[in-house]
């Protein structure tokens, strides 16, 4: 089972949240028929929504994620609501390019170099939206960085997706915040255990748990305050997709019955489709009289 963690460090100025997300990114790389590469960034930015779902106080709450790059993925969407019900899609999920000396995927290369952005909705009409520029591609370091920057919140974020071909072998991460009024004898701990870990993927192929990656880096009387189960969910449906066709208006619906005769709506973030023959059209422009 998928799942994401939230806790505290002992002396309280710590606060972390660490995911499992391997079904998560396996459901996407179906999905969307995801080559490695795709399926590594896709899936660190789910693992990323994962992370943010237990900072969502309210259920009508979303967080979207948007990173924006120049590189031959295009845009990755990642979006998540207070029930941790998490979607998300990469403009180009068939991208090949070389891997790196190490032989290892190339994200930084496939992300290229631009901005990501964090929305926050509340359900109230003024959504809040923080922006940072991408600094490295691999996207942990790039969310470090705008938690810091961006929110004022100095954080750590591990993120990792073990490949193999279509197979996702392992996913998940970490992020740790420091609260305020932090001793400097506190981040220079952290900073030590941080810097011990050098592959997320290496230790969750090795069956360690959330709980378990958070301890490694907040000490062993780490305080857990909640774990919630993670999972894909989209809120498309036919009754979305038909509203959406009545929202063209009665020309445009005609041009369609006239010159194609259906419609295939595709939704990005799950790709399913969704088909209206030429009767149920019909029945669509009939009802805006």
Same mark, same amino acid.
């Given at each position: 089972?998928?799942?994401?963690?939230? =806790?505290?460090?002992?002396?309280?100025?710590? &606060?972390?949240? =660490? =995911? *499992?997300?391997?079904? /998560?990114?396996?459901?996407?790389?179906?999905?969307?028929?995801?080559?490695?590469?795709?399926?590594?960034? !896709?899936?660190?930015?789910?693992?990323?929504?994962?992370? $943010?779902?237990?900072?969502?106080?309210?259920?009508?709450? &979303?967080?979207?994620?948007?990173? +924006?790059?120049?590189?031959? !993925?295009?845009?990755?969407?990642?979006?998540?609501?207070?029930?941790?019900?998490?979607?998300?899609?990469?403009?180009?999920?068939?991208?090949?390019?070389?891997?790196?000396?190490?032989? %290892? *995927?190339?994200?930084?290369? =496939? @992300?290229?170099?631009?901005?990501?952005?964090?929305?926050?909705? *509340?359900?109230?009409?003024?959504?809040?939206?923080?922006?940072?520029?991408?600094?490295?591609?691999? /996207?942990?370091?790039?969310?470090?960085?705008?938690?810091?920057?961006?929110?004022?919140?100095?954080?750590?974020?591990?993120?990792?997706? $073990?490949?193999?071909?279509?197979?996702?072998?392992?996913?998940?991460?970490?992020?740790?915040?420091? /609260?305020?009024?932090?001793?400097?004898?506190?981040?220079?701990?952290?900073?030590?255990?941080?810097?011990?870990?050098?592959?997320?993927?290496?230790?969750?192929? %090795?069956?360690?748990?959330?709980?378990? /990656?958070?301890?490694?880096?907040?000490?062993?009387?780490?305080?857990?305050? +909640?774990? %919630?189960?993670?999972?894909?969910?989209?809120?498309?449906?036919?009754?979305?997709? %038909?509203?959406? !066709?009545?929202? *063209?208006?009665?020309?445009?619906?005609?041009?369609?019955?006239?010159? @194609?005769?259906?419609?295939?709506?595709?939704?990005?973030?799950?790709?399913?489709?969704?088909?209206?023959?030429?009767?149920?059209?019909?029945?669509?422009?009939?009802? $805006?009289?």
């Amino acid at each position: 089972m998928d799942y994401t963690t939230r =806790a505290i460090s002992a002396d309280g100025y710590v &606060r972390g949240f =660490a =995911a *499992l997300t391997t079904n /998560l990114v396996q459901e996407l790389q179906k999905r969307h028929f995801t080559f490695p590469v795709a399926s590594a960034a !896709l899936g660190r930015t789910v693992t990323m929504a994962s992370l $943010l779902s237990l900072t969502i106080k309210d259920k009508k709450e &979303r967080i979207t994620i948007q990173v +924006e790059g120049d590189g031959p !993925l295009g845009r990755i969407v990642a979006e998540t609501d207070g029930e941790s019900n998490i979607r998300g899609y990469v403009d180009n999920p068939d991208v090949l390019i070389p891997l790196k000396e190490n032989g %290892k *995927l190339d994200v930084s290369g =496939a @992300v290229g170099q631009g901005s990501l952005y964090i929305t926050r909705d *509340l359900g109230l009409g003024n959504p809040y939206q923080g922006a940072s520029p991408i600094v490295s591609g691999e /996207l942990a370091e790039d969310f470090t960085y705008y938690f810091t920057s961006s929110e004022q919140t100095p954080s750590s974020v591990g993120l990792g997706v $073990l490949v193999n071909r279509d197979k996702i072998l392992v996913a998940g991460g970490y992020m740790v915040q420091l /609260l305020p009024n932090a001793p400097e004898s506190v981040i220079d701990m952290l900073e030590a255990r941080i810097s011990k870990i050098t592959s997320i993927t290496d230790l969750l192929a %090795k069956d360690i748990t959330p709980e378990q /990656l958070l301890q490694q880096i907040m000490g062993d009387d780490t305080r857990f305050l +909640e774990k %919630k189960e993670t999972r894909f969910g989209c809120t498309c449906s036919r009754d979305k997709v %038909k509203n959406m !066709l009545v929202s *063209l208006g009665e020309k445009e619906l005609t041009a369609i019955v006239d010159e @194609v005769g259906e419609a295939e709506v595709v939704c990005h973030f799950c790709n399913e489709k969704y088909q209206f023959n030429k009767e149920e059209l019909l029945e669509i422009i009939g009802s $805006l009289d």
